[in-house]
Each structure stands twice: as structure tokens, then as C-alpha cells.
């Protein structure tokens, strides 16, 4: 294992698998001293952010070959092919270890639930499937991030999350790959790969990105009656709209603004994450 390994997965981009870990645990005293928690915790960050980001490079060499976002730990590596090549079986000796010890404390479920996620991860990736190009599918296929929720309840036995808060993280899931999507347009169009947001163009895309933050906001209060994070939520729709008519509009970010607000995301995930922890709103309807 090496610092490329490291940016292959993408630390900068771990916050949704750990956002979403976290979720369940919002009606929870003690949960911090359980040594269960904190081995799902390890395995939501690098070992499966390698699996979904390395299989991903494995298959995108030639986007990310002109992709200038990429090259570092926030958005991910640019590796060579000769190193992409070996990357599917690191991942399969990352992954064994933890299949078995995760099937061995919480049974067959749970070894159902780690394959469904290699099965989204191939699909997504690999052909004759490879929806990742064959938008919108490769934004629905991004619900499989709630998978981590499942994950969370299966290993640590706790209650299955409310339907109303797998809707809410699907759409943050929605969201997340959007954004990612937008700052990907020129690389993707270079390379000749199909996106929702190449189709789409930068406009109508944080459009839709904005239409899903306000549907995550009034979902938020209407459902969970949490004003705070619906708040958050509504003051990050209202930069969008900004960006959109005034700032941006429909000229690409430059290298230093992405990393901006790449940690800006970081920011706001860590400070929503300890919210929700605290409140436990997101299991209550």
C-alpha cells in the first residue's frame, strides 16, 4: 500500500460513506465505546472509498488523464495505467479480510449486503453495463450509497433507519454526485465520456442541483422538523443560485476554487455530521 493508494481513495471525497454511517447512531448513548463501531467506522472510510474510487480509475484512465482536479488526496489520483492495472486485485485482498470478519459478527445479511456493494460498484463501472455513461441512470444508481446505512444497522443491531430518512439520504447521495459531475464537464467532454451534466451543460445541471437541495430542505423540516439543518441546507441553495446568476453562471471553476470548495464540503459534512449525531432528528418522523 501507497500514497497513491491513499489518493486513489479519495480521502477528500470519504464524508458521504461517513455521513451516512453515522446517521443510525442519532438516538444512541454510548455508541463510541462499542469496538464494533469504530471497525465499520475504519471500513466506511479508506477500505470501501478504495473499492468504489478504485474501480472507478481502474475503468476512467482516460478522463482523468486530462482531468486537472485530479492529482491529489482532496479529489483523487492521477495514476498510471500500469498501476491501475493491479488495483483490482489490492482491492480484493483489502476486501476479503473485512467480508469475513463482518460475516462472522453479523451474519449472512450482512455478506449480502457487502456483495450487493462490489455488484453497484461493477455495474456502475464495468461493461457491457458501465452505467457511470448512460445518464441519468448514473446519478439513480448513486441510492447504492445508502447501502452504508443498511451496513451500519446490520453490523452494529440497530433498529432499521424510517423509510422518510433513506429517502433524504438518497437525494444527498443525488446531490453529492451532481456537484462532482459539474466539475468534471470539460474533462468528460475531452475524453468523449457521457454525464448527465455533459448533456445537460453547467447551467441546467446546478439547476438541478439546486432543485434538489430545496427538496432536501423542505423534506428536512416537513419530515423531521429540524429547522437547522434545513437552514444549512437553504443557505447552500442560495449560493447556488448566486453562482448561477451572478457569479459563475456558466464559466468553469479553476483548480484553487474547487479545492475551496472541496474543503468548504468537508467543513459543512463535519459540522452537519456532529448536528445530527447530537440531535438524532433524521430518525425521528
Do not use: C
Not at 189 to 200: D, H, I, N, V, W
Amino acid at each position: 500500500m501507497s500514497l497513491l493508494d491513499i489518493k486513489i481513495s479519495r480521502p477528500g471525497l470519504w464524508f458521504p460513506t461517513i455521513w451516512i454511517y453515522l446517521v443510525p447512531f442519532g438516538n444512541q448513548d454510548v455508541f463510541w465505546k462499542s469496538w464494533v463501531f469504530w471497525l465499520g467506522l475504519i471500513f466506511v472510510t479508506f477500505p470501501l472509498n478504495y473499492l468504489v474510487y478504485g474501480l472507478n480509475d481502474y475503468n476512467d484512465d482516460k478522463a482523468d488523464a486530462v482531468n486537472t482536479r485530479k492529482g491529489n488526496f482532496l479529489f483523487g489520483a492521477r495514476a498510471p495505467r500500469a498501476f491501475l492495472d493491479g488495483l483490482p486485485k489490492k482491492i480484493a485482498m483489502m476486501m476479503l479480510p473485512f467480508f469475513i470478519l463482518f460475516s462472522y459478527l453479523a451474519g449472512f445479511m450482512m455478506l449480502l449486503l457487502l456483495m450487493f456493494m462490489v455488484v453497484v460498484n461493477i455495474l456502475y463501472n464495468f461493461r457491457p453495463f458501465r452505467i457511470k455513461e448512460r445518464p441519468p441512470f448514473e446519478i439513480v444508481i448513486q441510492m447504492g450509497y445508502v447501502t452504508t446505512a443498511f451496513f451500519a444497522t446490520e453490523l452494529n443491531n440497530l433498529d432499521i433507519l424510517p423509510w422518510q430518512t433513506l429517502v433524504y439520504l438518497t437525494l444527498f447521495a443525488f446531490q453529492a454526485h451532481i456537484a462532482g459531475e459539474i466539475m468534471d464537464i470539460e474533462p468528460d467532454l475531452e475524453s468523449g465520456k457521457r454525464t448527465t451534466a455533459t448533456l445537460l451543460g453547467r447551467k441546467r445541471s446546478k439547476l438541478v442541483m439546486l432543485a434538489l437541495l430545496l427538496l432536501e430542505s423542505f423534506l428536512v423540516w416537513y419530515w423531521f422538523r429540524d429547522m437547522v439543518l434545513a437552514l444549512f441546507l437553504l443557505v447552500f441553495a442560495l449560493w447556488l443560485v448566486f453562482d448561477v446568476l451572478i457569479f459563475f453562471k456558466d464559466r468553469p471553476y479553476t483548480l484553487s476554487q474547487m479545492k475551496l470548495f472541496g474543503y468548504a464540503i468537508n467543513l459543512s459534512a463535519i459540522l452537519t455530521m456532529i448536528w445530527v449525531l447530537y440531535t438524532g432528528k433524521l430518525l425521528v418522523v
